[in-house]
């Protein structure tokens, strides 16, 4: 028998009761506001804040509350797919009672979160996207310690009090790098085929200037990792060894000697080069932290790239040579990729409700179209620009084509897509990441105290 259904208001997300079952968390981004989590009382209405994120781009997720209802665990969104939990006591009326205090310092993926029975721990999945195990840490701060040793992604987890019993879902993903034909036009796809495969995950593909390499990103070592391969996906070579973090978007340079690309391997997201050759990695200190993209000019000259630096997330460029970083751009929310015109005039980029741009030798920002867009991927070629939609974590999402100079916006049919594409030279070829099987297995402990 279904009872009533009751409309509160609209939330970004419902996510978890109170133990009295009187208050609903959620997470919120309310006008004007900064974001966090709120309660809504099921029995008047009322919603009152209990956090807010530090920074525009920031989010609180997967509130649990202690057995006692005295403090709710979270986890915070500190820097590109990198969380911490915290923990926010909780007085008379479900109001904060101070601050939330920092648990963790380790800047992984964490994803389920539940208490303990006894509410003295909690018990969460963490490490690198691909690379989740299951851990269990004091709730007055004590060092994490694992439950688990398996390789895979733990995503999802549930403490049954009363039974003793921990259940939690084990990922089964598998991404591979496939590659379609395009033709004149660009906006048809073709002869589509697996191009770089492993018993583990592969994404952000990037072609080489002169078509001949792919960068791209794999866990087949054991963690995230940039390796290169030939064109035809032959000859992969592991290009990094980083102990921990998460390596992400290569970029090539012009002249096709150096690949740049994210690491959060020292906490926050920074910039990193390595000689397309091979060697060691070093840090572009100039970018500072929190970068979040990097893109090479066509013309070597600049390197274009996204950073939160000022707080807000903007576009920005630097020489290549060395030099003072400039700001391009000034609204904020910047999200995904950066992507230079065919015309070496423009630098394409994601904001929230479509693509913008903005002159690469200064000048106002101005939207080129409005859709939804995923921040994974984006390319451009002097027909239009390749953009993808639709996706989650567990889901591709569709490959959408928007026609210079006034679209239409279509699909490109026969190509599911997540996790990043590129364009080869000439607009041959796309390269892309696709999810090719997805699923999980419930796992159950008996006895879990």
């Known amino acids: 028998m279904v009872g009533e259904v009751t409309r509160f208001e609209a939330m970004n997300e419902a996510l978890s009761w109170t133990p009295d079952s009187k208050w609903l968390v959620v997470f919120d981004r309310p006008s004007a506001q900064p974001a966090g989590l709120w309660l809504l009382s099921m029995e008047t209405g009322e919603r009152h804040r209990l956090t807010t994120t530090p920074d525009e781009w920031a989010g609180d997720f997967n509130p649990a509350f202690a057995p006692d209802g005295r403090s709710v665990a979270f986890r915070r969104l500190v820097a590109r797919n990198s969380f911490d939990l915290f923990l926010l006591p909780v007085g008379a009326a479900m109001r904060a009672s101070g601050e939330p205090r920092r648990l963790t310092q380790d800047r992984q993926v964490i994803d389920g979160l539940a208490w303990t029975a006894d509410g ?142 994210l690491c959060d391997a020292e906490g926050s997201q920074q910039a990193y080069a390595v000689n397309a050759t091979g060697g060691t990695p070093r840090k572009l200190e100039a970018l500072g932290a929190g970068v979040f993209a990097i893109r090479w000019s066509r013309d070597g000259h600049w390197i274009f790239f996204g950073s939160n630096r000022t707080g807000t997330q903007q576009v920005w460029k630097i020489p290549a040579t060395g030099g003072a970083a400039e700001q391009m751009t000034r609204q904020g929310t910047v999200t995904g990729p950066l992507v230079e015109s065919s015309d070496g005039k423009l630098v394409y980029y994601v904001r929230p409700g479509g693509v913008w741009c903005v002159p690469v030798a200064g000048g106002p920002e101005r939207q080129v179209f409005a859709s939804e867009v995923d921040p994974g991927g984006l390319e451009a070629n002097e027909h239009g620009i390749y953009f993808h939609a639709n996706s989650n974590v567990t889901k591709n999402g569709d490959l959408m084509f928007y026609r210079f100079p006034n679209g239409p916006i279509n699909k490109v049919a026969g190509v599911e897509m997540r996790y990043g594409l590129s364009l080869s030279p000439g607009g041959l070829y796309l390269v892309y990441t696709k999810m090719t099987s997805t699923g999980s297995d419930l796992m159950l402990i008996e006895n879990f105290r």
């Open 120 to 261: 003295k721990d909690l018990i969460f999945s963490s490490g690198s996207p691909g690379n989740l195990g299951l851990f269990r840490m004091g709730a007055s701060g004590t060092a994490p310690r694992r439950l688990t040793s398996q390789v895979g992604e733990i995503l999802h987890l549930a403490v049954a009090a009363r039974s003793n019993r921990l259940v939690f879902a084990q990922s089964r993903r598998e991404m591979d790098i496939y590659r379609v034909k395009l033709t004149s036009r660009g906006d048809e796809a073709s002869d589509s085929i697996p191009l770089i495969a492993s018993s583990r995950l592969e994404r952000y593909p990037s072609y080489s200037p002169d078509g001949k390499k792919i960068a791209f990103v794999s866990l087949r070592s054991g963690n995230w990792q940039l390796w290169v391969a030939a064109s035809d996906g032959e000859n992969p070579v592991q290009m990094t060894s980083f102990q921990k973090g998460e390596v992400a978007f290569p970029a090539w340079s012009a002249d096709g000697q150096q690949i740049g690309f």
